[in-house]
């Protein structure tokens, strides 16, 4: 009851924004879970090892819980950096800096154990569930610039590999990111010599008025305003996707001379 409490109240002191109804349902989730780990005082400790992927969802609901946002993104990020079956520290460090700078104080040494033992664990993370849970919880932009932070994740050591992108689709899928948005951000990260027009998720055939209508249109759905209500990496990734956006369409206009 506490939670629903918290997000009616979040919603109108945000001036009735849907995202400031989701921070005060988490908040009020905080609460009323602070409450009744004074009743049950003593957690379990954890466990780097697990017998199926319900116990593994059970552990990854105990920490949401306790840390709600962060720890679904720590369980996104172990996905994409084990993908290749490797670990590379240019992609630990791109994690701990994000996550640092968007969350604060709130990100702390125990989200890093979470991220180890999601790490130790990658085939037993339950996807579906994560992604089913962040898909209720925000809105189409936040998971699209969630997806940006992902690619940022698998290009950290200098390419996106086969394996990455495999994982990219499927939580991009999972997380109901339109295939628009997804091959937007993947040439935004992978260019070739059509990503200028991929960027806009228009094909190099249509006329120069598509162009203009296309660019307006990914404009106004990449602006980071969209985000405003999100901490600081976030803004700065949506700036960096609104500009890449933006060089498309430049880059487009001076080939065709427009």
């Known amino acids: 009851m506490i939670k629903w409490i918290a997000a009616f109240i979040g919603y109108y002191l945000s001036d009735k924004s849907f995202f400031g109804a989701i921070i005060g349902f988490f908040i009020g989730s905080f609460i009323g879970n602070a409450l009744k780990a004074g009743k049950n005082h003593g957690q379990e400790q954890r466990s780097s090892r697990f017998a199926n992927s319900d116990e593994y969802f059970n552990y990854y609901q105990r920490q949401t819980q306790r840390f709600d946002f962060p720890t679904m993104l720590v369980a996104l990020s172990a996905v994409i950096m084990k993908a290749d079956n490797r670990v590379m520290k240019s992609e630990l460090n791109y994690v701990k800096t994000y996550l640092k700078q968007q969350f604060g104080d ?4 125990e989200h890093l154990q979470t991220l180890r033992t999601f790490i130790d664990n990658p085939h037993n993370i339950p996807l579906s569930q994560i992604c089913y849970d962040i898909k209720l919880r925000t809105s189409v932009e936040i998971r699209v610039q969630l997806l940006h932070y992902l690619f940022g994740i698998a290009k950290a050591d200098g390419e996106v ?8 689709h499927k939580i991009a899928d999972l997380l109901g990111v339109p295939n ?11 260019r070739d010599t059509d990503s200028d027009y991929k960027v806009l998720g228009i094909d190099k055939t249509v006329s120069d008025d598509e162009v203009k209508k296309a660019y307006r249109k990914m404009a106004v759905r990449y602006h980071p305003d969209k985000v405003a209500t999100m901490g600081e990496e976030y803004q700065k990734g949506a700036k960096e996707k609104f500009q890449k956006v933006q060089e498309a369409y430049e880059n487009i206009k001076k080939e065709r001379a427009m």
């Not at 590999?161 to 990219?168: D, F, G, I, K």
């Not at 628009?180 to 992978?190: A, I």
Request: charged share 15%.
């Open 106 to 109: 709130q990100f702390t040494s």
């Open 161 to 168: 590999s086969q394996l990455e992108m495999r994982e990219l």
């Open 180 to 190: 628009m948005d997804f091959t937007s951000v993947q040439n935004m990260y992978q």
